[in-house]
């Protein structure tokens, strides 16, 4: 085998490779394509996402001002057992004073 049918048969080895990783390169991404029907349910599953996130949202804002409401009304709720329980104190001071004074006119 001479030079130039050395280089001619490397030649077309070398071309024959190349064909081969095209042909392999090719048939790859003709099977790894992503099809439109998955590119619809992939859009369909982020449209769900985010309507679920937006929900979620809604239902954290409500449940602060619930919350919100509720201790409003729980200090509202408070402040008026306080007065009650004083004006209770002060109403068994004055009975108690009232009792006092009742048995001292009877001793008298």
């Given at each position: 085998?001479?030079?130039?049918?050395f280089i001619v048969t490397t030649a077309i080895i070398?071309?024959?490779a190349f064909l081969l990783g095209w042909f392999a390169h090719?048939?790859?991404?003709?099977?790894?394509r992503v099809s439109?029907?998955?590119?619809?349910?992939l859009e369909k599953m982020s449209q769900e996402l985010h309507e679920a996130e937006e929900t979620r949202d809604q239902a954290i804002?409500?449940?602060q001002q619930r919350e919100a409401e509720l201790t409003n009304q729980l200090?509202?709720?408070?402040a008026e057992l306080a007065a009650a329980m004083?004006?209770?104190?002060?109403?068994?001071?004055?009975?108690?004073?009232?009792?006092?004074?009742?048995?001292?006119m009877n001793q008298a």
């Open positions: 085998m001479n030079r130039t049918e070398l071309f024959v090719w048939l790859l991404h003709r099977f790894k439109q029907a998955d590119m619809d349910q804002t409500y449940l200090a509202q709720t408070e004083d004006g209770l104190r002060e109403a068994r001071s004055d009975a108690e004073e009232m009792r006092v004074y009742v048995e001292r």
